[in-house]
């Protein structure tokens, strides 16, 4: 026989074995796979959203610690470029386009003469934008017409050309 020592027990050994997979768990497998997309999906868009927004809280942070110890002319400078807005508005009546291109050109004008450095960057910027946005037009006008089908005059004189006459 085998002989047991008082303080020791003998060494045992175990087998993990793993336990059958549950209605619960399937379900909630095929639940991860139908839902899959959608969080890759929301995670893309987080991670493009995020810069953005964080941008967005930093210049609000910094327009809010200028705004708590402007310097003493930055009140009549915004009175007057807001004067100058509701100006515009009042000439721009009728139209909407007026509506949109008066109060902004002329609180634009105003903001020009009391910021000139900021309207310069603004300008150039603008400028470069613009200058982007037609060149995609042309492109995509450029496409569209060598994308455009033969018309049917056309299609008849290259096959009265390509033919042969003894």
Do not use: H
Request: proline letters at 7%; a positive charge; hydrophobic letters at 35%.
């Amino acid at each position: 026989m085998y002989k047991l020592s008082l303080y020791t027990t003998p060494q045992q050994k175990f087998q993990y074995v793993e336990p059958e997979r549950g209605q619960v768990e399937e379900s909630v497998a095929t639940l991860r796979k139908l839902a899959e997309p959608y969080t890759t999906w929301c995670q893309g868009v987080y991670g493009t959203v995020k810069p953005k927004v964080e941008s967005t809280v930093q210049f609000g942070q910094n327009s809010y610690a200028y705004l708590k110890n402007p310097p003493p002319e930055f009140y009549p400078r915004a009175g007057v470029i807001g004067v100058a807005g509701i100006l515009g508005l009042f000439l721009g009546r009728g139209s909407r386009l007026k509506k949109l291109i008066y109060p902004t050109s002329l609180m634009a004008i105003a903001a020009s003469m009391y910021y000139p450095q900021e309207a310069v960057t603004v300008a150039k910027n603008t400028g470069d934008t613009v200058y982007d946005w037609a060149l995609q037009a042309y492109v995509a006008v450029e496409k569209l017409v060598k994308d455009k089908p033969a018309s049917k005059k056309d299609q008849a004189e290259k096959s009265s050309s390509g033919e042969t006459k003894a």
